[in-house]
């Protein structure tokens, strides 16, 4: 259990790694590289960042960001050295996420922003072990990078909505209310309606309610035949509360009673049943 909340091993998208605060000193770092992503803001003074061949004179409220290996060296000022703070990230949703940013490999500057970042940095340096503190940190970081987002957002172009995979994924994440209705995955998906069932046929080869009730389906056959759960249970579960026009719909699309999946299953029945079933 532990090992997954060690830096670099969670499964999270993006992780926070460290951070921290460079008081006004002399210190300078490179030429190098490293292996994560790292923000720095300036709090005041001055300083300077080198990479890819190019100068980059930095004063108080701007930001820059150190790519994974990528050579780098960045010093202070000698007569106004900066102060400023930093915190490290990765993790596979990292270079996405600084994408939508105005940062890129070849200018890793901001100017300063409408109003400080400096106390969004802070909140993730007393992040301990556990795995409360691990996540409060995680919290911040992207929080920390929705402002970056917010005030520097990047020029790429939007990428053209899939509105089929919008209304699956609706879907498949409200299937167990009985309340859904083609109307709500319309709505939800914000798209004509007219053009999302045509659209929706000719992916899936169903209809948006036809789809409703195979999902349902779907996730009932794996509750009969793992979960233990009486029949009534797993109807709920799936978005039936009358057990009984459960027991008929499923019958319905796989020739058996819920009850009678259920203990084929038991008896460990042959491999591919289920599929068998749903034909």
């Known amino acids: 259990m532990d090992s997954l909340w060690r830096d670099g091993s969670r499964a999270s998208q993006i992780y926070f790694i460290s951070g921290g605060h460079k008081p006004v000193n002399l210190h300078q770092w490179g030429p190098g590289v490293r292996d994560v992503y790292a923000l720095h803001y300036i709090i005041r003074g001055q300083g300077t960042l080198e990479t890819g061949g190019q100068h980059f004179r930095l004063g108080a409220g701007e930001s820059f960001i150190i790519f994974p290996q990528k050579e780098i060296y960045y010093y202070p000022d000698p007569v106004d050295p900066?102060?400023?703070?930093?915190?490290?990230?990765?993790?596979?949703?990292?270079?996405?996420?600084?994408?939508?940013?105005?940062?890129?490999?070849?200018?890793p500057v901001l100017p300063a922003a409408p109003e400080?970042?400096?106390p969004w940095f802070h909140l993730a340096w007393n992040a301990?072990?556990?795995?409360?503190?691990?996540?409060?940190?995680?919290?911040?970081l992207q929080l920390l990078l929705s402002y970056y987002m917010e005030y520097y957002p990047g020029d790429q172009q939007e990428e053209p909505k899939d509105y089929v995979w919008l209304a699956r994924k609706y879907i498949e994440q409200n299937?167990?209310?009985?309340?859904l209705t083609v109307t709500e995955i319309v709505q939800a998906v914000n798209l004509e309606r007219s053009y999302l069932f045509r659209k929706f046929k000719e992916a899936t080869g169903e209809s948006v309610s036809a789809y409703i009730a195979s999902c349902r389906i779907r996730r009932a056959c794996e509750l009969l035949k793992t979960s233990g759960l009486p029949v009534q249970s797993v109807a709920y579960s799936v978005g039936y509360h009358d057990p009984l026009y459960f027991s008929r719909v499923f019958k319905k699309?796989?020739?058996h009673t819920p009850s009678a999946y259920m203990m084929l299953h038991q008896k460990q029945a042959e491999p591919g049943m289920e599929e068998q079933a749903l034909r």
Do not use: C, I
Not at 128 to 140: F, I, T
């Open 128 to 140: 301990g072990a556990s795995p409360s503190e691990v996540l409060r940190a995680d919290a911040r």
């Open 82 to 107: 900066w102060e400023y703070v930093w915190m490290e990230f990765n993790g596979r949703d990292a270079g996405r996420v600084v994408e939508l940013t105005q940062l890129t490999v070849q200018h």
């Open 175 to 179: 299937y167990w209310k009985p309340s």
């Open 116 to 118: 400080t970042l400096e």
């Open 253 to 255: 699309a796989t020739s």
